[in-house]
């Protein structure tokens, strides 16, 4: 990959984080600083893959009077605003069963999203989730880290490409987001390997630097990023001392630098 090769991100933040307004001001940021495609969690108490970082966003939010009526609202406005950028609501399956897969499934898809991505849905006991999204044009993406078993694999990408989902998402390490990833031997090789299956794959978990990005790009649709812009937005939103302006344009500002500065050329 040349330096002027493109460099797609997946920018992800929380919805209702810090509050409704701020998060869609993230958003704005995030698509000004280059942001490819865009994922909205919808934020959860009791997350199975989340980090310190995005728990403390979850909390916040909830406290802050998050409902999925408001979450849904959020993915329409910016449906609307940014038409061309491919939106993706992440949750949890225990936000779908709340009102049933086919209610939340059809919001969705009113709202204008893209697909889902919800880790705790897998493929062979997903309750009719997949079925039901590829029944309203939705793209269920499936989640595969590195360690998991090849024929386990085998059976889910066959199993997506009976019905050609394209759409897979490598979280590139076990645990839990936030912990800085290394790119080692083992996550580039099961990259490298996926990446030649003819598959749109998102990857990330700990992703932060500019170097990291350049390094899986050659490999991926889009790399996601979401710890480390959730601490973007925290640190515009919170500063520890007074800056000019207005938290809309502070946070706006900050997250479109430092998407900016993960995907610009050296």
């Not at 704005?28 to 495609?37: H, I, K």
């Not at 950028?85 to 898809?109: K, N």
């Not at 290394?182 to 500019?210: H, M, Q, Y």
């Not at 710890?227 to 302006?245: D, H, N, T």
Request: glycine share 10%.
């Amino acid at each position: 990959m040349t330096a002027d090769s493109p460099k797609k991100l997946m920018c992800h933040l929380v919805a209702g984080y810090p509050t409704m307004e701020l998060s869609f001001q993230a958003a704005l940021g995030m698509v000004e600083g280059g942001a490819s495609y865009l994922e909205v969690q919808f934020p959860f108490s009791d997350p199975t893959a989340d980090g310190p970082r995005i728990q403390e966003a979850c909390v916040q939010a909830l406290e802050g009077g998050f409902t999925l009526e408001k979450g849904f609202q959020l993915v329409g406005n910016l449906a609307q605003t940014f038409p061309t950028v491919p939106l993706f609501i992440m949750s949890y399956a225990s936000l779908l069963y709340r009102r049933g897969i086919p209610w939340f499934l059809d919001q969705a898809q009113e709202a204008g999203a893209k697909g889902l991505i919800v880790p705790d849905l897998p493929f062979d006991q997903d309750e009719g989730y997949y079925q039901a999204a590829w029944d309203r044009g939705l793209h269920p993406v499936s989640v595969v880290v590195p360690t998991m078993d090849p024929g386990r694999l085998d059976q889910l990408l066959s199993f997506l490409r009976g019905h050609g989902e394209p759409y897979v998402y490598v979280a590139l390490r076990t645990g839990i987001t936030g912990d800085p990833t290394r790119l080692s031997d083992e996550n580039l090789s099961f990259l490298k390997s996926l990446a030649t299956k003819g598959l749109k794959l998102v990857a990330g978990f700990g992703i932060s630097s500019r170097e990291q990005v350049e390094a899986l790009s050659p490999y991926v649709e889009a790399v996601v990023v979401g710890s480390y812009l959730v601490g973007i937005i925290r640190e515009a939103a919170f500063p520890s001392k007074s800056s000019e302006g207005g938290k809309d344009a502070l946070v706006k500002r900050a997250v479109a630098a430092a998407v900016s500065g993960l995907i610009q050329s050296r």
